[in-house]
């Protein structure tokens, strides 16, 4: 099953853009950006190469110092390549490359520097972990500054959900006017949708559980993909690259990212969804975890939104950065980590004591994925509360996330002009 992704829309505008650099589509891992590379490319090129540097360590010689004058160029790169794929056709100007997890060669990584804009050859890199905090010095040095582009990549969307799922496009344009214009959306578009939205909170964005679950029209199929990512994702903690693109462990950082992962979903299901290191660990502290935080967000695993001092923009310097909430960049994993009671529960609009942190982090899910930083406010003094705030050209826009029609007292509030400050 073929799935369409937003993403190929901003490709071949990558492509068509004169002098473009070579592409790093960064993202978490199974997300599908190897998919859509591999995809674009053999649609959008005469020729196209895989380089699978996660599976074949031996490419790494392709672009050692192997040239005439003992230093890599573009020459010794294409020569060796065609050794390596014989029945592949290096055609300037017709041909892409596709570096396939570019974390794992960082000597593939500096030829970008070799191959520029005007090498005759595009270059679309995907890469899983190239954030990631502690990263070796020699590959942070010798990164290619200026000779790249990037693309983030996220699990599916509402939107790209509704498409796998064979929504016409007729419903998805109706309450998308709905919406723009604050008019009502019809009683049989609502329908439709809140059911696909339900399938969505448990299904999730991953491409392989929604292709499992549209398959069979299984949710436990989709569940058992879940758990199974979660699984790999938990293998990938603490995880470094050395100098040769080789992966090692740092066993501290894997337990701290580990336990810190396993808190969310109980934090989250707090009425005070505030992230705190003590529910990791009795007498937890920012010195023990807040490495664990940040190798799992750099990673594409979690978004955090940061606390408020001021509702005015620019909202990132009013961001606290030691107030903050956590959620996963995807639903489906976050209600993949609660009972599988739940899961039927959820589809009949019963998300019992689960029902405010779902629906909160499905508005998260929904930011994230479109690209927006995350904010909320919270004063408990003023007994105020605001679930996320959105910066726009033409002012900031509140978002109040209701599992049914709920009390929008601080929303409310705000409108009327009373802004905290």
Known sequence: ?????????SLLKWKNRPNHKPLIIEGLRQVGKSYSALRFAKENYENWILFDFRHDKSLQT?????GDEGRVTLESIIASSRIRFPDKNFEKGKTCLIFDEVGDCPLARESFKIF??????DIIATGSLLGVAGVNEKAKKNTPVGYEEYIDMTALDFEEFLWASKVSVEAIKEIKNSVASFSEVSPTIHSVLSSHLLRYVVVGGMPEAVVAFLNSKDLLEARN???RLLKDYEDDFGKKIDRNGAAIIDPTLLIRTQRAYRSISDQLAKENKKFKYSCVQGGGRSSEFSDALAWMEKAGLIAMAHNLRAIEPPLSKNSISEEFKVYPTDIGLLTASYPLTLTQGILNGDLGAYKGAIYEALAADMQYKAGLSLYYYSDTKRHQENDFFIEEK????VVESKAKNGKTASAKALAEGKNPV
């Open 116 to 121: 520029g804009v005007n090498s005759g050859y």
């Open 62 to 66: 392709i672009f050692e110092n192997n």
């Open 1 to 9: 099953m073929e799935l369409k992704r937003k993403i190929e829309e």
């Open 394 to 397: 033409d002012g900031i826009s």
């Open 225 to 227: 993909v879940q758990v």
